[in-house]
């Protein structure tokens, strides 16, 4: 069975501007939650939806926002780039939302932002 | 105080020797606790989970948890080159995962 899938792998953009990223969770999964790892650091978490819902927001600014599709696919806007936007993003899909289920991470998108 | 603290490291272990990573945790809450492998460059791989307190094996890992004490250690028996990564500890809190900075771990052949 194929694992969690992001989209790009890599991504070069420049301050001010807007970057969508996307991730299709393991099939039968139906959460799918957002983090963001800064070199040197570990994952912090941004976004969790189940069934097409919001259910927790990490602490980051409104320019990040997220949405889930029908599918259980997500996609992460992140809006007026940053140089501090630079990242490891991490998509993490896990079956159902509690707090005991385990979270399978894709590959991640490495964005670059100059 | 940060929420999951595990030291820096590097962590250096020669080859077949074990290694102990340790993690603490402030969320005394917590009911779920996980350590993932990050080798360089790559995303988070999923080694343990443990949500009970004591020891739970899995080959050469041993995932430890004392709730009592906030504490959550991770064993590597006959450690391997192969193991050299950076180890992180995952603790849940609230539908999410709050994680450690990660402990490099070098096992020197």
């Known amino acids: 069975d194929a694992g969690v899938t992001q989209s790009p792998t890599h991504l070069i953009k420049t301050r001010g501007q807007h970057v969508t990223l996307r991730c299709s969770p393991i099939s039968g999964h139906k959460s799918v939650s957002w983090y963001q790892q800064v070199l040197g650091q570990g994952p912090q978490f941004i976004f969790q939806y189940y069934e097409k819902e919001e259910r927790g927001r990490g602490n980051f600014p409104d320019r990040f926002s997220a949405r889930q599709f029908p599918n259980y696919s997500s996609e992460l806007n992140v809006n007026a780039l940053l140089l501090g936007d630079s990242a490891l993003y991490l998509c993490?899909?896990?079956?159902?939302?509690?707090?005991?289920?385990?979270?399978?991470f894709g590959p991640g998108t490495r964005l670059t932002v100059l | 105080q940060k929420e999951v603290e595990q030291n820096s490291g590097p962590l250096s272990v020669p080859e077949g020797a074990i290694a102990s990573l340790n993690c603490t945790y402030s969320d005394r809450g917590s009911q779920s606790f996980f350590w993932y492998r990050q080798y360089s460059g790559k995303s988070p791989e999923l080694i343990m989970s443990i949500y009970s307190n004591g020891d739970k094996e899995d080959g050469r890992f041993t995932a430890q948890l004392n709730k009592a004490s906030q504490y959550v250690s991770l064993l590597i028996r006959d450690s391997q080159p192969s193991d050299s990564a950076t180890y992180l500890c995952?603790?849940?809190?609230?539908?999410?995962?709050?994680f450690g900075a990660g402990t490099i771990l070098r096992v020197k052949s």
């Open positions: 995952a603790v849940e809190g609230g539908n999410k995962l709050v």
């Open positions: 993490a899909s896990s079956l159902l939302r509690i707090s005991t289920d385990t979270q399978y």
